[in-house]
Structures are given as C-alpha cells and as structure tokens.
C-alpha cells in the first residue's frame, strides 16, 4: 500500500477545520504515513508550532484561492498525487475543475466544512455572494469521495446538490485527550457561570442565547454568562448586554488560544447558532467534563448530545426552552455527572477518528 497522503488546505489558523487538519496530519505521522501539507497561506500560527516536525509542508504563499491557481497546477504536475484530501470547499471546487482541465488521475477526496445550503446566507465576500452555491452544485458532486461531520449535513447535500449518498461518509471531528484518557480533571464549578465558545457572526445567534439568559437571570440572579470569541457581532452583542440591562452577568472575554480553563469552570457550554455543520465547542466541552444546552440545529448537536447523560437538546429557536435548560442546571434540578458526560466524548477520539479516514482515503 502507498503509504503517502496529501493534505491541501487553506492555512492553519485557529478554526474548527484548521484544528482538525493538523490533528490529522499528526497522527498519520505517528503511523508511519510520509505526509504532504500543501497550504495556500502558510504562515506561523499556534497550530504550526504544534505540527509534527517529520511532515512536509508545501506552502503556496498566496492569500487567496484564486491567486493560487498557478502554484497549485505546478505542484499538481510536479508531485502527481495519486489521491488528495481537500480542507476547503473553494479549493476543493478548483480542485475538481483542475483535475479535469489537466486530466489528472487524481482522486479528489473533499472534507465538507458545514451545512452548504445554509452556509452562505451571511456573505462576507462576492465567492460567498454570488458563485458559492451555484459552483457547489455544479462542481461538488463531480467528487470523487465527500467526507460530511454529520448525518445532517451528508443528507443537506443529497437533498440541495443532488450529490451521490455512495460518495459521502460521515466521520465527525476528533477531539483531542489528555495522557489520563480525557480532559476532564478533579476541579468544581466555584459559580454559577455558563459558556459560549466561537465566532461572534451571525450564524452563532448569540442574540437569541442573550435573550434566553436574560430571561433565566431574572429567575436566577447569581448566574453568569461568558462569551470566548471575536468577530462582527461583537459591538452588536455589547449592545444588546446593556439594552437587557445584563452589565455585570455577560463578560465579552475576546479570543482565548487556550479555552480549556474556561471549560473546566463553566456549568455548561451554550450553542445557540441558527446553522452549523459539527460544532467542535460541543466536543471540547463534553471532554473536558462540561455538560451541553443546545437548539437541536442544522447540524450537528444532535449528533454529539446524548439527552440527559451529557447535555440537553432544545428544540431549534425556541428561546424560551433554552432558558429553561439554563435554569434546571443552574438551580440543580439537573445534574450532570462530569465522568460520564466525558465518556461520552471517547467516540470521538482522534486515533478513532483518523482510522475512519484512513479507510476512506485507501479504499479504491
């Protein structure tokens, strides 16, 4: 068996999928796998000073998708992977369409990122405006394998993009353990403090988790909310904690590059976004001992949330029902036992979750 895999992805900043990539990256090297890393924007961040020494990086040095088309086709032409993992769905669209203009025998195998009817309804840029859906249908289901993190979002492309069932596998995101077996560790919970880690954008809509804790304060007045995370939104929430008269209860904590002890002393990790793909909060969260409230949203959570034994699944957007989840954990009535809600994360360990694409990657 060729024992070589090639990665191309877009950076290793601080995102979901940036973490997943070098995850990945790391335990093929840990099994003997010679790994290639092509990266279009490969500059010095916390995940690549955490990349395995023995794997070699390709950087494209551009800053964009499109300035990369050039770097990418010489590479292309010059290391003839026989099949390559793809970690962005832009690069996976220029990818495919590659393969066919230089007919390549390349087998293009695309990590999908999220829900991809719902993930280009905030646009930030004209590809997100006005080529991302009409390009994913035309192109994504020339693929020759897709890899979603959830049932939800294999069954969103079969649905919106017409794409083969046979080409997609689910495999959710790794999380990553502790020597012991898991993150969890001897600590308590000193006050009543509830937790929302990621992006502050719209998709996240944190307006509706405001809302839900507002209405939970005023049954409640000992409990806190902190939101770990930057982004647009951040004036707007900043807003909307001084309109609900919550000054003093909701901290805007900013970016944290270690978010472990924000896990370890919150009550509960809160998820409140109108849309996700596999939200990798949730999963540190239930490793690290932490129990989940969520809206049953497109898609993932239910996926991670097992009612009862390490979190609560609400139905999706409705406020009020969050806020009371917030309170039946905040008051006791529900009580999480911290080693089982971590067991509960064990199924998605990274030396689990790497063999599952290692079928994928060497099944012809």
């Known amino acids: 068996m060729n ?7 877009f950076s290793l900043g601080h995102g979901g999928a940036e973490k997943v990539c070098l995850s990945l990256c790391n335990e093929f090297v840990k099994r003997d796998y010679d790994i290639e890393l092509w990266i279009v924007d490969f500059k010095q961040t916390a995940l690549t000073e955490k990349l395995d020494k023995r794997i070699e990086v390709f950087p494209l ?38 393969k066919r203009i230089l007919m390549l025998k390349t087998c293009v195998i695309v990590r999908s990122i999220n829900t991809l009817s719902q993930a280009f309804n905030y646009p930030e840029g004209i590809w997100e405006k006005y080529i991302a ?20 979002m294999r069954d969103d492309m079969i649905k919106h ?18 020597s012991n077996g898991h993150l969890v560790e001897n600590h308590q919970v000193q006050k009543n403090e509830f937790l929302f880690v990621g992006r502050l954008n719209p998709q996240k809509g944190l307006e509706n988790m405001l ?35 919550l000054n003093g209860k909701v901290t805007l904590a900013g970016y944290q590059a270690d978010t472990k002890p924000f896990y370890k002393r919150a009550k509960a990790t ?11 909060v949730l999963v540190e ?34 406020v009020h029902e969050f806020a009371k989840a917030i309170l039946a954990i905040a008051n006791g009535h529900v009580v999480f036992n911290k080693q089982e809600v971590a067991e509960s994360a064990k199924r998605f360990s990274s030396g689990l979750v790497t063999s599952r694409y290692e079928e994928v990657y060497f099944d012809s």
């Open 133 to 152: 859906k009409r390009a994913i249908g035309f192109f994504l289901p020339l693929a020759d394998k897709i890899i979603a993190q959830s049932t939800g």
């Open 61 to 98: 040095n551009e800053t964009r998708v499109r300035k990369s088309i050039l770097p990418l086709i010489r590479l292309l032409l010059k290391r003839k992977p026989e099949k390559i993992l793809v970690f962005h769905i832009e690069l996976a669209i220029l990818m495919i369409i590659l």
């Open 285 to 318: 969260s239930i490793a690290a001992g932490t129990p989940i409230v969520s809206f049953d949203c497109p898609s993932g959570p239910a996926d991670i949330v097992i009612q009862g034994v390490n979190g609560i699944l609400v139905p999706h957007l409705n």
């Open 161 to 178: 993009f017409g794409i083969d069932g046979k080409k997609i596998t689910v495999i959710h995101n790794p999380v990553e353990f502790s």
């Open 211 to 245: 809302e839900a804790f507002k209405i939970a304060s005023l049954e409640n007045e000992d409990i806190l909310l902190t939101l770990v995370g930057d982004g647009p939104e951040k004036d707007k929430l900043l807003k909307l904690v001084e309109d609900f008269k």
């Open 270 to 280: 809160l998820l409140t976004s109108f849309f996700e793909g596999f939200p990798n």
């Open 3 to 9: 024992k070589k895999i090639t990665f191309l992805a």
